[in-house]
């Protein structure tokens, strides 16, 4: 099959096997040229098939030798259907960390059930006998509760008000205007639910009750702040109150770590081009924009980048992590100095169809978005008959 790619409405629907096993070995190479960090040596991703908790897994197996466990929801290709790019990339891993000599398990399932998280126990048990550190990084549409099988469903809305902002088709350039309808309580309370905190906990919860944490174990997850041109419809809106329930519920894993000395984090983390964020209305233009002022200023990093730096810089250094005011690791602190918003703030107000070429970094964001589904990697011959089930 000749694959090339299909994208819907800011949805690449398809992935390329080989581009994708190509940015899982350019992270690997970027990694291994930063020299090793002594980080934790058995560890569990979950979400660990795409953008940051793809980029921790790679850190942690290449700068550390570490045994990893990873856990995705993706589906694998067959002879008429690419796979996800998720399933690409977590078997392009496997096979890296395979011809490294580093123990690398996948998982492919729903995190949220119990019977996955009962498979990651039993891997636990009978191949690393406990677990150091455990990333958690789920972006998911739904969950079911596996206590009530409940399904819950999140959506991306503003809260309290209609949200109306600028943004942009990074496929075609077009500046638009687009517009939300505020969530009820309904909405508010499922999307909590996916992606909120009760899952993270339930992970930890379960693997401590089983004695498959380490004396000293850490687990950190991922969030979210961003500018104030999102913030009506991120921060403040659905995805961000999941976002403030995740971190409100480290006070409540910490308590329960305390007889293992363990610890809790929240990383707030740097907006980047994802499969996620892709769809969220006026940040591919805030991105794009933020693109073009941090790579001008040598500011500018990817989720490796980010990753790397989170494990060198703050969680494995021999010291405390510095935290903010609120104890949350801020390794968004590039994105957010007062002299990068300024600028984003002057080229927001100035951007449009005619100019956004000048203005903001429109190429590099629809580069990375597709390199994310394994299209644009250099080395990688497009015009070849690929088989989609090669992994």
């Known amino acids: 099959?000749?694959?090339?790619?299909?994208?819907?409405?800011?949805?690449?629907?398809?992935?390329?096997?080989?581009?994708?096993?190509?940015?899982?070995?350019?992270?690997?190479?970027?990694?291994?040229?930063?020299?090793?960090?002594?980080?934790?040596?058995?560890?569990?991703?979950?979400g660990a098939s795409n953008g940051y908790g793809l980029a921790a897994r790679i850190v942690?197996?290449?700068?550390?030798?570490?045994?990893t466990i990873g856990v995705g929801f993706e589906r694998p290709g067959n002879k008429?259907?690419?796979?996800?790019?998720g399933w690409y990339n977590i078997e392009a891993f496997r096979r890296e960390a395979d011809a490294a000599g580093l123990p690398a398990y996948n998982i492919n399932g729903d995190a949220?059930?119990?019977?996955?998280?009962?498979?990651?126990?039993?891997?636990?048990?009978?191949?690393?006998?406990?677990?150091?550190?455990?990333?958690?990084?789920?972006?998911?549409?739904?969950?079911?509760?596996p206590d009530t099988g409940e399904i819950y469903s999140s959506v991306i809305k503003p809260i309290g008000g209609t949200f109306t902002a600028k943004t942009v088709d990074f496929h075609t350039g077009e500046v638009g205007r687009v517009s939300a309808e505020p969530a009820n309580k309904e909405e508010i309370s499922q999307t909590v639910k996916v992606m909120g905190g009760e899952d993270w906990m339930r992970w930890v919860e379960q693997m401590m009750s089983a004695?498959?944490?380490?004396?000293?174990?850490?687990?950190?997850?991922?969030?979210?702040?961003?500018s104030e041109h999102t913030r009506a419809l991120y921060r403040d809106g659905t995805i961000g109150a999941a976002k403030k329930d995740l971190e409100q519920k480290t006070?409540?894993?910490?308590?329960?770590?305390?007889?293992?000395?363990?610890?809790?984090?929240?990383?707030?983390?740097?907006?980047?081009?994802?499969?996620?964020?892709?769809?969220?209305?006026?940040?591919?233009?805030?991105?794009?924009?933020l693109y073009k002022v941090m790579k001008e200023k040598q500011l500018h990093?990817?989720?490796?980048?980010?990753?790397?730096?989170l494990y060198s810089e703050f969680l494995f250094t021999g010291q405390p992590p510095a935290v903010d005011a609120k104890g949350r690791i801020r390794i968004d602190d590039w994105e957010m100095r007062e002299d990068v918003q300024k600028e984003v703030a002057r080229l927001w107000q100035l951007a449009d169809t005619g100019n956004l070429k000048q203005l903001a970094d429109v190429k590099g964001l629809r580069e990375e978005f597709l390199r994310h589904h394994g299209f644009g990697?250099?080395?990688v011959d497009y015009r070849q008959d690929v088989p989609p089930d090669i992994f």
Do not use: W
Request: charged content about 15%.
């Open 1 to 46: 099959m000749i694959i090339q790619p299909r994208i819907r409405r800011n949805i690449c629907v398809n992935a390329h096997p080989m581009g994708c096993a190509a940015q899982v070995q350019a992270q690997i190479h970027y990694v291994r040229s930063r020299g090793r960090i002594d980080s934790p040596q058995k560890v569990l991703v979950i």
């Open 60 to 67: 942690s197996a290449f700068a550390s030798d570490a045994a």
């Open 80 to 85: 008429k259907r690419t796979g996800t790019a």
């Open 112 to 145: 949220f059930s119990d019977e996955i998280k009962r498979e990651v126990e039993r891997i636990v048990r009978n191949h690393l006998g406990q677990i150091d550190f455990l990333v958690y990084s789920i972006a998911a549409p739904r969950r079911i509760d």
């Open 211 to 226: 004695n498959l944490l380490s004396n000293g174990f850490l687990t950190i997850a991922f969030s979210y702040i961003g």
């Open 251 to 289: 006070a409540a894993i910490n308590q329960m770590l305390q007889p293992i000395g363990g610890r809790a984090l929240i990383s707030v983390n740097k907006a980047l081009v994802t499969r996620a964020s892709a769809v969220i209305p006026a940040v591919p233009l805030y991105i794009a924009l």
């Open 301 to 309: 990093e990817g989720c490796i980048q980010q990753m790397h730096r």
């Open 377 to 379: 990697m250099p080395g």
